[in-house]
């Protein structure tokens, strides 16, 4: 049964940092390239940061490029994104994708007021 479970979420002021975590079981994670999507109150799911199933390839969407970054360690069955500058526009729900099964978490919300 394939499992993804986000955490690190919470509240942060403007210009602070965060790490989410997203553990990922029942499928073999290092195979799977992954990503993070974030959901804001009234608008889309939006992707934001990719990476290849070694860790060797990234990318990421033009509001985050420079402040976020996507990280996994396989050893673990763990996928990161580490996110620094965070603006109150960074609000929402984010949640981790695996490409190969097409499953998502349920995603930890971050908050981003003073």
């Known amino acids: 049964q394939v499992q993804l479970v986000e955490s690190g979420g919470g509240l942060v002021q403007p210009g602070g940092s965060l790490t989410l975590s997203c553990a990922a079981s029942?499928?073999?994670?290092?195979?799977?390239?992954m990503s993070w999507f974030r959901q804001a109150p009234g608008k889309e799911r939006e992707w934001i940061a990719l990476?290849?199933?070694?860790?060797?390839?990234?990318s990421y969407s033009d509001p985050v490029v420079g402040r976020f970054t996507i990280s996994r360690d396989n050893a673990k069955n763990t996928l990161y994104l580490q996110m620094n500058s965070l603006k109150p526009e960074d609000t929402a729900v984010y949640y981790c994708?695996?490409?190969?099964?097409?499953?998502w978490g349920k995603g930890t919300q971050v908050t981003v007021s003073s």
């Open positions: 994708h695996s490409q190969m099964t097409g499953y």
């Open positions: 029942g499928f073999t994670f290092n195979r799977s390239a």
């Open positions: 990476i290849s199933s070694s860790g060797d390839s990234k």
